[in-house]
């Protein structure tokens, strides 16, 4: 089966331009998170989606969107990219029960971005 | 606002030590604590805890969580080089929906 996947693998930029970032969840999870890792750090959220819907979301700037399709697939864009805003981007996919379980998030292998 | 803090910060051990690696947090609306593993990129999942003094096994790897005093501990036995990576725990926040991560351990296992 087919784990979380991510596109593109790395990406470089300057400042001030747009990006679009791309994952696909597990097949049969509806929830998509984002995380933002810079190194020597842990991930820190940006945003979770179910469903559609935006469920949660971090202390990040208005740059910062994100969509979720109808197949569950989920982009996150960053616009007006800064110096700052390079870092490994992180997706995490899981069923989000609401049965009072906890939910396990399962990543992908990230996209590198590189601003310069 | 929720703070986790993963110690040590980094290890150094020897093929076949055992190494207890410790986390503490402070996370309204706590629903679990996850452990992950990383190597170069994904975190890959480890274990899932949601109630207190049920040790969880896999392998050489366990992990138990204290609700009462807020910390959850990863023990490695008889480790291996393989076992080198940055470990994360990450309690999850229900109102939020989101996990909050530690800093990480890193663990360095030589031959």
């Known amino acids: 089966d087919a784990g979380v996947t991510q596109s593109p693998t790395h990406l470089i930029k300057t400042r001030g331009q747009q990006v679009t970032l791309r994952c696909s969840p597990i097949?049969?999870?509806?929830?998509v998170s984002w995380y933002q890792q810079v190194l020597g750090q842990g991930p820190q959220f940006i945003f979770q989606?179910?469903?559609?819907?935006?469920?949660g979301r971090g202390n990040f700037p208005d740059r910062f969107s994100a969509r979720q399709f109808p197949n569950y697939s989920s982009e996150l864009n960053v616009n007006a990219l800064l110096l700052g805003d390079s870092a490994l981007y992180l997706c995490?996919?899981?069923?989000?029960?609401?049965?009072?379980?906890?939910?396990?998030?399962?990543f992908g292998p990230g996209t590198r971005l590189t601003v310069l | 606002e929720d703070k986790v803090v993963q110690s040590p910060l980094s290890l150094v051990v020897h093929e076949g030590d055992t190494v207890t690696l410790n986390c503490s947090y402070e996370?309204?609306?706590?629903?679990?604590l996850l452990w992950y593993k990383q190597e170069k990129k994904a975190p890959t999942f480890l274990f899932m805890l949601?109630?207190?003094?049920i040790e969880k096994k896999s392998g050489r790897l366990s992990s138990i969580l204290d609700k009462k005093e807020l910390f959850s501990i990863l023990n490695i036995t008889a480790t291996q080089t393989g076992d080198s990576a940055v470990y994360l725990c990450?309690?999850?926040?229900?109102?939020?929906?989101?996990?909050?991560f530690g800093g990480g351990t890193r663990l360095m296992v030589k031959p």
């Open positions: 989606y179910y469903e559609k819907e935006e469920r």
């Open positions: 097949s049969g999870h509806k929830s």
């Open positions: 990450a309690p999850f926040n229900n109102a939020g929906n989101m996990l909050t």
């Open positions: 995490a996919s899981s069923l989000m029960r609401s049965s009072g379980r906890g939910n396990e998030q399962f």
């Open positions: 996370v309204t609306n706590f629903r679990s």
């Open positions: 949601t109630s207190s003094g």
